[in-house]
């Protein structure tokens, strides 16, 4: 079966610009969750989507918005691109919504964004 | 609020060796999980393991354990007989029960394992 998979791989785009990339879940997930990793940090929590609705919202600015469609894939946008938003982007998927025990994520292998 | 940390930034050990990398977490909740991810260079994060917060029991996977502690908000994690293939970034984090998946991280440990 197919993992998490997302696109593009990399990315380079000049500040003020907009972006969007996508994420496709495991077969059978209908929650999709989105990160953040600057470089040598850890992820930070962007956004989660379970059955097209948004679950839940990290602290990031408006520029950064998202939505999932019917087939459960993800589209992460974000708008006037500033310096700060290189990083690695990771899409996770679970089964469902909730912190049920056997409800783990699983990533995808993210999308390198860099703004210049 | 939640707080993953991870005090060690890096590690470097020699093949064979025994290694442990800490992970020390704040929360208010009285339940929660917490998990370890592994970070290879190809940037993908790996799950390794689970761990409720109402279950202490320590866990042993092959050369992999887990040493939760709940009186010190400690979940340390032991590789045995490190391998050249275990150098990666590996990521504790915590996550609420019963509201959306969001995960809280550490910083990470990065492990150099050399011949």
């Known amino acids: 079966d197919a993992g998490v998979t997302q696109s593009p791989t990399h990315l380079i785009k000049t500040r003020g610009q907009q972006v969007t990339l996508r994420c496709s879940p495991i077969?059978?997930?209908?929650?999709v969750s989105w990160y953040q990793q600057v470089l040598g940090q850890g992820p930070q929590f962007i956004f989660q989507?379970?059955?097209?609705?948004?679950?839940g919202r990290g602290n990031f600015p408006d520029r950064f918005s998202a939505r999932q469609f019917p087939n459960y894939s993800s589209e992460l946008n974000v708008n006037a691109l500033l310096l700060g938003d290189s990083a690695l982007y990771l899409c996770?998927?679970?089964?469902?919504?909730?912190?049920?025990?056997?409800?783990?994520?699983?990533f995808g292998p993210g999308t390198r964004l860099t703004v210049l | 609020a939640q707080k993953v940390t991870q005090a060690q930034t890096e590690i470097s050990v020699v093949e064979k060796e025994d290694v442990t990398l800490d992970c020390v977490y704040e929360?208010?909740?009285?339940?929660?999980?917490l998990f370890w991810y592994k970070q290879p260079p190809s940037g993908e994060l790996v799950f390794l393991i689970r761990r409720n917060s109402f279950d202490e029991q320590n866990e042993i996977s092959g050369r992999y354990s887990w040493n939760f502690q709940k009186s010190t908000s400690s979940f340390n994690f032991t590789i045995t007989a490190s391998q050249v293939v275990d150098s990666a970034v590996y990521f504790c984090?915590?996550?609420?029960?019963?509201?959306?998946?969001?995960?809280?991280f550490g910083t990470g440990t990065r492990l150099q394992v050399t011949l």
């Open positions: 996770a998927s679970s089964w469902r919504a909730h912190g049920e025990g056997y409800n783990e994520q699983f």
């Open positions: 077969s059978g997930h209908k929650s």
């Open positions: 984090a915590l996550r609420r029960t019963g509201t959306a998946s969001k995960l809280t």
């Open positions: 929360t208010r909740d009285t339940t929660y999980y």
């Open positions: 989507y379970y059955e097209k609705e948004e679950r």
